[in-house]
């Protein structure tokens, strides 16, 4: 476990840096807002997903129903619907840990799993229970402190949330380089353009997500046809190759000798 | 319905938040488990991370202010760099780092 820990480090720092830096923001608003850094705590251990943590805090301070924070909830997290398709067999195969990967798969661990590859020499289940279990940590971390903190951090934060967006592009050119057909991410791209236009920044998650979904199955057959290869991949050698799952790869020449 | 006050509202929320979002995430596993996943998903499985990661670079950028000063000259300046240096080292943690750096001085600094 202790090597797993090891070669999954520095895979995560810059979810580090990102969850720490948010989750100090978190921990900030939610200590104004009247609540210690028990409170804190617990939020990031038992919820575990940014934005919505963000939203509690006004859910609370508001006093909103529970069946209102349900919805609310239901609404901003739906997106992650889509997520555990990528790894329906990859966390099937990983015994206990199935259910914490499952509980555990924010944005961030998402495209982070998306995108690694376990090293050789590591055991792929521990190496990916590693990667996800450290971003957690760090999330909790980071609320905690900024909860401690509170108004005597000197440090200007401001923007480096931005850790985030950068490392959603990052893995975005990495997934435009892997892939032979790079219609998924354009049809991302201009989907999520297009809702953002129409419905305005707050609301653009689920429809942006449907939208992306109904073009994808629209557009199966060209898709479905450049991805073929990678899916005989998938089925043959799911076991060994967990971060090949999702069809991508850290290292592009691997790729291109398995889709060639 | 109980109405809870004080810490007990504040705990009960917080459950209800928790359960839900695990729920969310839960899904597609309970909903797909038995036997063979089905081709469709299977493909979705495939298709959808690289139009997620467009989606979610869209929605972190989704409040930047366009028409208003300044117009997302940070966020493009910052954008940029990352994809600039991402292009030339292919180096996750130097394109995170700098990118941030860039953006951090440009919305603290400049504008």
């Known amino acids: ?42 939020m990031s251990v038992l919820v ?13 301070t ?10 609310m909830t239901l609404l901003v997290n739906i997106r992650h619907m889509f997520y555990g398709l990528s790894f329906l067999d990859t966390f099937s195969k990983m015994g206990k840990a199935k259910g914490y990967m499952i509980f555990s798969l ?31 940590c760090y999330w909790v971390a980071g609320s905690v402190l900024g909860s401690l903190l509170g108004s005597f951090i000197t440090f200007d934060t401001t923007g480096m949330d931005f850790a985030m967006t950068a490392l959603f592009i990052v893995i975005f050119l990495d997934q435009w380089k892997a892939y032979k057909t790079h219609r998924p991410a354009l049809i ?4 999520s353009a297009a809702v953002l236009i129409a419905v305005g920044p707050d609301n ?17 057959r060209p898709i479905s046809a450049k991805l073929q290869s990678d899916e005989d991949v998938l089925t043959a050698d799911a076991d060994t190759a967990p971060a090949e799952a999702a069809a991508t790869s850290a290292d592009p020449e691997v790729r291109k000798e398995v889709t060639l | 319905m109980i109405h809870l006050t004080g810490p007990m509202y504040a705990a009960a929320v917080i459950l209800v938040i928790a359960a839900v979002t695990f729920c969310t995430r839960l899904a597609p596993f309970v909903l797909f488990s038995r ?31 366009i028409l208003a000063a300044p117009h ?28 941030t750096a860039v953006y951090m001085f440009l919305i603290q600094a400049v504008f």
């Open chain 1, 62 to 71: 508001s006093g909103l129903s529970l069946i209102q924070a349900a919805v």
């Open chain 2, 35 to 65: 036997g063979e996943t089905p081709k469709i998903i299977t493909y979705l499985g495939n298709a959808l991370p690289p139009a997620v990661m467009a989606m979610l670079v869209v929605y972190c950028l989704r409040s930047t202010p």
């Open chain 1, 48 to 60: 575990y997903a940014g934005a919505m943590q963000f939203i509690a805090v006004s859910i609370l």
């Open chain 2, 72 to 99: 997302g000259v940070p966020e493009l300046l910052a954008i940029l760099t990352v994809v600039a240096l991402h292009l030339w080292k292919r180096n996750n943690l130097i394109s995170i780092l700098c990118g």
């Open chain 1, 204 to 220: 653009m998650a689920l429809p942006a997500m449907l939208l992306i979904t109904a073009l994808l199955l629209v557009f199966r």
């Open chain 1, 1 to 42: 476990m202790k090597k797993a820990l090891k070669a999954a480090f520095p895979c995560t720092v810059p979810i580090m840096l990102g969850y720490l830096s948010i989750g100090i923001a978190f921990g900030l608003l939610f200590q104004n807002a009247g609540y210690n850094f028990v409170w804190a705590f617990g």
């Open chain 1, 106 to 136: 924010t944005d961030e661990t998402y495209s982070l799993l998306c995108s690694i590859q376990s090293p050789e020499d590591v055991d792929p289940k521990k190496f990916l229970f590693s990667v996800s279990f450290l971003n957690q």
């Open chain 1, 188 to 191: 991302g791209l201009a989907a």
